[in-house]
């Protein structure tokens, strides 16, 4: 069966807003060799709208350093399934509007037999938590204090608290740390 993995950008202070991180070579690489292990990524509006047009565009017209175009590559050819009450449709040819509950769409997602499922957006990633659909976390937390935007799972209240696993941890020359959890079952 195929995994659900929530992989998030977080600042030492918990905060997650994507505007106040400092993206590095390190980063790109880890996120590039991670994606290589999924065929779908699930977002929110917000969060898709920040990464569509923008790495799709990086991918075609090859503008920045050697990793990062490769990272915008790998994400380009990801399938998106976006979920949105707003969204009527989407032009990028490798999304598409989720047709389905998001617990539905996830639970038919992984009975299939393809590569993992990454949860991409801050609200997606707290309601499947929340739903116990997560099987594993990975944490990039980012030395520096935002002290403001949205923090994790701020909008939903856990019936109760999930037990992780630690995996193991990564520290990029940058001072960013990538921690690795999977849910204790």
Same mark, same amino acid.
């Given at each position: 069966m195929r995994k659900v993995i929530f992989a998030i950008n977080i600042s030492t #202070?918990?905060?997650c807003g994507h505007m106040d991180m400092v993206p590095d070579e390190g980063l790109h690489k880890y996120f590039t060799d991670l994606l290589r292990t999924a065929d779908v990524i699930l977002y929110g509006r917000v969060t898709y709208q920040l990464m569509v047009p923008y790495w799709p565009e990086i991918a075609k017209g090859q503008s920045a350093s050697e990793i990062t175009n490769e990272f915008a590559q790998v @994400?380009?050819?990801l399938e998106k399934i976006l979920f949105s009450s707003t969204l009527k449709h989407v032009d990028d040819m490798n999304s598409r509007l989720a047709r389905e509950s998001l617990a539905d769409e996830v639970n038919?997602?992984? !009975?299939q037999s393809a590569k #993992?499922? @990454?949860v991409g957006s801050l609200s997606l990633g707290s309601q499947l938590s929340e739903l116990n659909l997560i099987d594993e976390y990975r944490f990039v937390v980012h030395p520096v204090i935002v002290? !403001?935007?949205?923090r994790l799972f701020e909008t939903i209240k856990l019936q109760e608290r999930l037990l992780l696993d630690f995996v193991s941890s990564e520290t990029f020359q940058s001072g960013i740390t990538a921690l690795h959890?999977?849910? !204790?079952n």
């Open positions: #202070d918990g905060c @994400f380009t050819s038919v997602l992984k !009975k #993992d499922i @990454f002290g !403001k935007g949205p959890y999977k849910r !204790k």
